[in-house]
Every structure is written in C-alpha cells, then in structure tokens.
C-alpha cells in the first residue's frame, strides 16, 4: 500500500520538477524564515540527490582539468586592459577572474548548494545534466551552456567543445559583470554619478556582451589589422545571434567598427555607453601588447 505524499513531499517533487515554488513556502510550518531555512534545505538536498540519480555513471566520469582562474584571467584579460584605465585593471582583473564557476562532477553539488535563489539552482542542475548527457529535469527545463547571477557565471564543461569561432560564453558574461558591478564592490572610487564598473545604456547590454564575444574571438585569432577586418567580414557573412535582445546587424557593424580601431574595446563601449559616459582612458600601445600574446 502506497502512502500519500505530505504538502512538503509534494512542494519538493512540483520544485523538483519544474523550478516552480512558493515564496510564501505555505507546505512548511513555523514563522517564515524558519519555513524559508526548511525550504531551502530539503529542496537543494532533494536536487542534488535527483541530479546525481539523472546523471548515473556519467556523473563519476574524469573531469577535465580546469584552472578557472588562469583560464578566465587569459580569456578577459585584454577586454578588461582595453576598458578600464591602467589604476583600475588589476581591481577588475581581481573581482573577474574568481567570478567563473565550471561545473564538473566534483564541483556541481557544492555550487548548488551555493545560497541563492532556488529557482537558480534549478537552472544550474539542468546546465549540469544536459552537459554529461543526462535528462534533464523537467521538459520545461532550459538547454543552455552557463548563466549568471550577480558577479558570478556559471559554466558547463561543454563550454570546451564549442565549435563556433565567433562565441565565448566567459567573454559575454564576464561583459555583463561591468554594468552588474558597483565599483565600490572592488574598492574602487565611487561617487552618486559613476557607481558602475561601466556605465552601459540598458538597451544595449546584450549588444555590449555580444559584441564584446565577438570581438574578442577575433582579436585571439587575427595576427594583423587586416586579419581582423576580414574576421569582422566572415561573422557579418555566417554569424547568428538567436537572442531578441540584440541584432546580429548592429553587432556586426560594432564588430568592424572596433576591428578598424585601434582599441577596438573602447569602440564597443561607444557604441553602447550610457548617459554618463566612457570611464577613463587607455594606452592602446599596451592594449596593442596585450593582446598580441593572449
């Protein structure tokens, strides 16, 4: 004889299910922070015990290995020397380089169990199984490759076997990160007028990351002026934006406009600052040097 389930049994399997949860956590008693604390802990328990029943043997395989800190610091490095002025890089440098989590076998339950929102956690569980293979959660569930919340972007080891030489999910995300991020946060100067590591129109914040993506894949491949302008041609030509939030026209055009430039990171920001403007200024020559051996 099967027993029925209890409101809690059954709020955990709807979350499990669907990310789907009542803020108000009705199924738990008690007064609301200790409902909020129980919630909590029996929902992310109950993930990460359905997450390593989805992923079966897959979620014991060889994980490649990751220095995260070397890998983000050498991919964003020149974006973050092109943007921000030589006082300010190794603050920036700081914040970013400990803000990219790759999810493995070994890292995935601690980063759920992480404290955030709980419909996050859902997310992050299904970027997980669908990167080893696995089913995911519910058929609702999201195929992607990373998120981020916060200052923090989470990525799956398939980040490693992406084959389109126009997409870096680490540039992208690490891009939104600069209008995300208060510069007090890295113990920079702020004031009521400049509060942001970068003061981007909120319109064009995909834009921003998108082309900041792109442009830095090419700068990474091109060996000269011309190599990046005809990179520049090749993504206007075969390139694919599948987000409503930006156009792949006006990212090509930013694209061969910071190509022609000569720190073609500051010609990104240009295009996509705020009221307030751009936030400093750069040596190019240095920039130039940078990324010449990146």
């Not at 092109?82 to 790759?102: D, I, Q, T, Y």
């Not at 702020?190 to 442009?215: H, P």
């Not at 599948?242 to 406009?257: G, L, N, W």
């Amino acid at each position: 004889m099967t027993h029925p389930k209890t409101s809690v049994e059954q709020a955990v399997e709807t979350y499990l299910l669907t990310g789907d949860y009542d803020s108000m956590y009705p199924a738990w008693s008690g007064d609301f922070i200790s409902r909020e604390r129980r919630a909590y802990a029996d929902c992310l328990r109950a993930l990460c015990q359905r997450v390593k029943e989805l992923a079966g043997p897959t979620s014991g395989r060889e994980s490649p290995g990751i220095d995260s800190v070397t890998l983000t610091r050498g991919r964003v490095a020149p974006m973050v020397f092109g943007l921000f002025p030589g006082a300010e890089r190794e603050a920036v440098l700081g914040l970013v380089e400990r803000s990219v989590r790759f999810l493995t076998a070994e890292t995935i339950e601690p980063v759920l169990l992480e404290p955030r929102w709980l419909g996050t956690a859902w997310d992050v569980a299904n970027l997980y199984l669908g990167s080893v293979g696995a089913p995911l959660l519910g058929i609702e569930a999201p195929s992607i490759v990373g998120l981020s919340v916060g200052t923090t972007c989470i990525v799956s080891a398939g980040y490693f076997e992406e084959d389109d030489p126009f997409a870096d999910f680490v540039v992208h995300e690490v891009a939104h990160i600069f209008h995300n991020c208060k510069r007090g946060v890295v113990g920079l100067p702020q004031t009521r007028r400049r509060q942001w590591l970068l003061d981007i129109e909120f319109r064009k914040r995909e834009t921003f990351a998108y082309s900041c993506e792109v442009y830095g894949c090419i700068a990474r491949r091109a060996r000269s002026p011309g190599d990046r302008l005809a990179l520049a041609g090749e993504y206007e030509q075969v390139g694919r934006v599948h987000d409503a939030r930006a156009a792949h026209d006006e990212i090509a055009d930013i694209v061969r406009e910071a190509c022609a430039a000569r720190n073609g990171w500051r010609t990104i920001l240009a295009r996509c600052k705020g009221a307030l403007g751009l936030a400093g200024e750069v040596d190019s020559r240095r920039l130039a040097r940078w990324e010449r051996h990146a």
